[in-house]
């Protein structure tokens, strides 16, 4: 089943439970992923995170209701999932620029939030340049935290990049920059992989342990706070983020999820993923994004 297919069931599933006490999580269920990637693929195809949709479409159905029915405000509240009247009110004054009482009066207009309709679109045209790797069994050395799932692609979260600037701030990466040569101090933005009951992933910042790293203490490292993180041979698609910031990141998964994968039949593997920040790097590229996939 491809992406395409997937996110029409999704949004099945979300419309035929609207009345529900359901989330994205709940949803990732429906279409068999873990909540991690569906929240990931979803929000970049859809535009919108799951439970903006959900949301967006009980307040309009609610809006509708209180123009052409004559159901109470208090009833609709708890229709829609709403504990209390003023947590209800809040949410529909912010999404209609109405009050509810107000929506009942004639002519008050309200926002429409039509479901989402899946449609296939002439797109591509352009050259994207990918290459195709298959890894041996992998071994890094990293500073690990969690982070929860919807983390993943929120603009207004920067919970992973303030977990960056604390460890550059703090001299946090300088125990792992000491384990690579010169030239070669390489470093690795990694994502575990994703686990279908959990609401959490692990998000680690370390360097790769190879031939090249230089002699050195592993217990003094883990006692220090670092992990060990172990990858199981892999292929991967390579593809280069060119920008200055990690918004670049983001558009490259959008791109991976909405032309390579429906052109090429590769789709994601439940295996880390990760972005690789070179010490030398050609001018332009922020990073290397390792996606791993299966034919």
């Not at 309009?60 to 109470?72: C, F, M, P, R, V």
């Amino acid at each position: 089943m491809n992406w395409f297919e997937l996110l029409q069931q999704a949004i099945d599933y979300m419309e035929d439970h609207l009345l529900d006490d359901i989330n994205y999580e709940d949803v990732a269920k429906s279409v068999q992923m873990s909540s991690y990637n569906f929240h990931r693929t979803f929000s970049l195809m859809a535009g919108m995170t799951a439970n903006v949709y959900i949301r967006n479409r009980r307040l309009s159905l609610a809006g509708q209701e209180l123009q052409t029915t004559n159901h109470k405000i208090i009833d609709l509240c708890y229709k829609y999932g709403y504990e209390t009247p003023e947590s209800f009110a809040k949410a529909f004054t912010r999404f209609h620029g109405v009050s509810p009482k107000s929506a009942k009066l004639s002519g008050t207009p309200l926002i429409l939030f039509n479901p989402l309709l899946i449609k296939l679109s002439l797109e591509g045209g352009k050259a994207m340049d990918y290459r195709i790797e298959t890894t041996g069994k992998q071994r890094f050395m990293a500073s690990v935290r969690p982070f929860k799932n919807d983390t993943i692609n929120d603009e207004n979260n920067q919970e992973i990049a303030n977990f960056w600037s604390d460890l550059q701030a703090n001299q946090g990466l300088a125990p792992l920059e000491n384990l690579r040569p010169h030239g070669k101090k390489d470093f690795y933005g990694l994502c575990s992989p994703t686990v279908a009951t959990e609401t959490t992933f692990d998000y680690g910042i370390g360097v790769l342990l190879d031939d090249e790293t230089l002699p050195f203490n592993e217990a003094q490292l883990l006692k220090a706070g670092f992990q060990l993180w172990e990858v199981a041979p892999t292929t991967y698609v390579v593809l280069n983020c060119y920008g200055d910031n990690g918004d670049c990141i983001g558009e490259m998964w959008e791109k991976f999820l909405k032309e390579f994968s429906p052109q090429t039949g590769y789709t994601q593997t439940d295996e880390t993923d990760y972005e690789l920040y070179f010490e030398k790097s050609e001018p332009g590229l922020f990073c290397e994004l390792w996606i791993p996939v299966t034919k």
